[in-house]
């Protein structure tokens, strides 16, 4: 099936690991083996240290939405169908310098423009979710409770 949807390589070197993960659903960062800082998005070389010596850590998959955008048409025809909808910018718990980009959802399974943008705000908190998109599976976000 053909969705038009820009979906990553599942089998690149530096990021396999991830999307591995993501298929058992957890989220995970990689952790410099050489310093111990985590790093994300996955790379060869750790830009603190220079190590190529890597582990991946998994995380607590909560969150809080750092930013976010609202895009709205002309964009590629499978996204255009679905305008407008958010993509968020969450900053993971454990490590606010760690940044992902998704969407903030209702519901696991449903669509990307489910949420009303207007209702998002800037620091609440979320808690990773994966979907199914083709073969893959992707990490979205949705509201957790505060506190």
């Known amino acids: 099936m053909e969705t038009g949807f820009v979906l990553p390589d599942l089998e690149a070197e530096d990021t396999a690991e991830f999307w591995a993960a993501c298929q058992r659903g957890e989220l995970v960062v990689q952790e410099c083996a050489g310093c111990g800082r985590w790093r994300f998005p996955p790379r060869p070389m750790c830009p603190h240290c220079r190590s190529l010596e ?27 169908e679905l305008a407008p909808y958010n993509v968020v910018v969450v900053a993971l718990d454990e490590d606010a310098t760690i940044r992902m980009v998704g969407n903030l959802v209702a519901t696991p399974e449903g669509p990307i423009n489910e949420v009303d943008p207007t209702t998002i705000e800037i620091g609440e908190p979320v808690r990773v979710v994966f979907a199914s998109v083709e073969d893959v599976m992707l990490p979205r976000w949705m509201r957790a409770p505060k506190g």
């Open 54 to 80: 890597v582990r991946w850590v998994a995380t607590s998959g909560r969150a809080t939405v750092w930013s976010f955008v609202v895009p709205h048409p002309p964009l590629l025809p499978a996204y255009g």
